[in-house]
């Protein structure tokens, strides 16, 4: 097997490394990165600082990319909100939004999940700002003050677990009403067995300037490169994992194994927005970890299973290492138009190389402070 670094050195001195992309069959390939945000531009929204005032900061240097690969269609889905707000339970402070969403059983929950998760987050965070806005100027409003007091009991960490589970649950029980012909829940007219039959990961991270959140359904994954070093951030849903197995099997399910273990021989994770068929044994409660910046961080990588499949972490981390340090490591092509997008690229096509046979997400989320 070609190693990461003999097949970065192979990209970088061949001029016809975009061929690769022929296997898209003209399908488009998205791709993002932080140019995308140019700070100068008219940037005045609201959603910028939440109605605090606060004034917004730079846009976090960042590539994302999402491939169809093999694939006949693609299921995968990224999110990607700079500065999304600057809530309260971050001290009106801009925090940045990065997700990846794999569907399964179609595209409609993954494309539900980019459409409207963040909103629902925006929204949740509103609520917080406004209850505690309102309390502070009605001290007859008995709600508020009741909720202000219980913001008072929680932990940040409480509080950012309440806000996403709720986001979560929001989003899940949306997917329950998503058409698998027309899409997210409106009336349609199609048969009741056409709704909720797909479902998806959800891999959110929130950013801010001391703490990287992460929230996990699903088997897409997030992993820190720090200080030369792979550390994941997240732990896969898989059936196969022991406490995810007791659980399914507490609620009368049972695991197969074929070419790998499956919630009743048919979903290969045990956790998922959607799925409304299975939802006795695939729960979308999410999973966190809070994460404490420190100097030696590199970057993040957040990507679904397309890359993980086939490329571990440490090579993961090796190959965005190698970009980000490199004064010019742009091959030709706009997709080299920064190090953190180089490193989503050429993630990808490694596991192309290495025959991932699955749609490929990949945000690479450069965490150096100059």
């Known amino acids: 097997m070609t190693s990461p670094r003999r097949f970065l050195t192979f990209l970088y001195e ?3 490394v975009d061929q690769i992309f022929v296997i898209n069959f003209g399908v488009p390939t998205f791709r993002m990165s932080d140019s995308d945000y140019d700070s100068d531009s008219d940037s005045d929204s609201d959603s910028a600082t939440s109605g605090t005032g606060a004034p917004e900061e730079a846009v976090p240097l960042f590539g994302a990319i999402s491939l169809i690969g093999r694939r006949s269609s693609m299921e995968d889905a990224i999110s990607v909100w700079p500065n999304l707000c600057s809530p309260y339970i971050n001290q009106h402070r801009p925090i940045d939004f990065f997700a990846v969403y794999d569907g399964h059983g179609g595209p409609q929950v993954a494309g539900l999940c980019r459409d409207r998760m963040y909103l629902m987050l925006l929204e949740e965070l509103l609520m917080t700002n406004t209850i505690i806005t309102g309390s502070s100027n009605n001290n007859n409003n008995i709600f508020a003050r009741l909720f202000q007091r219980q913001l008072e009991r929680e932990s940040i960490k409480e509080t950012w677990k309440r806000v996403l589970k709720s986001c979560f649950e929001r989003i899940d029980e949306m997917a329950f009403d998503t058409c698998y012909e027309c899409g997210i ?16 990961t959800a891999l959110l991270t929130i950013l801010t300037e001391k703490t990287i959140i992460v929230a996990n359904c ?5 992993v820190l490169c720090r200080g030369g070093r792979s550390i994941p ?7 196969d994992r022991a406490e995810e197995r007791a659980r399914i099997e507490a609620c009368g399910g049972h695991v197969v194994y074929d070419d790998c273990a499956r919630v009743l021989g048919i979903l290969a994770i045990s ?11 695939i729960i979308s409660e999410p999973e966190f970890t809070f994460t404490k910046r420190e100097a030696e961080d590199e970057c ?8 993980w499949n086939v490329v571990s972490n440490d090579d993961a ?3 965005a290492r190698e970009c980000l340090q490199k004064e010019k490591p742009f091959g030709r092509g706009e997709v080299f138009s920064s190090p953190s997008n180089a490193a989503a690229a050429l993630l990808t096509r490694l596991a192309m190389g290495r025959g991932s046979q699955d749609n490929i997400s990949v945000i690479v989320v450069d965490l150096k402070i100059d």
Do not use: E, W
């Open 271 to 281: 956790r998922a927005i959607g799925d409304k068929y299975l939802k006795k044994y």
């Open 317 to 319: 981390c090796m190959v």
């Open 300 to 307: 993040l990588i957040l990507a679904s299973d397309g890359l």
């Open 233 to 239: 951030l997240s732990i896969d849903h898989t059936p």
């Open 14 to 16: 061949n001029s016809f």
């Open 185 to 200: 829940g409106v009336p349609c007219g199609c048969p009741p067995q056409h709704y909720g039959l797909g479902g998806s």
């Open 218 to 222: 699903g088997d897409s994954r997030a």
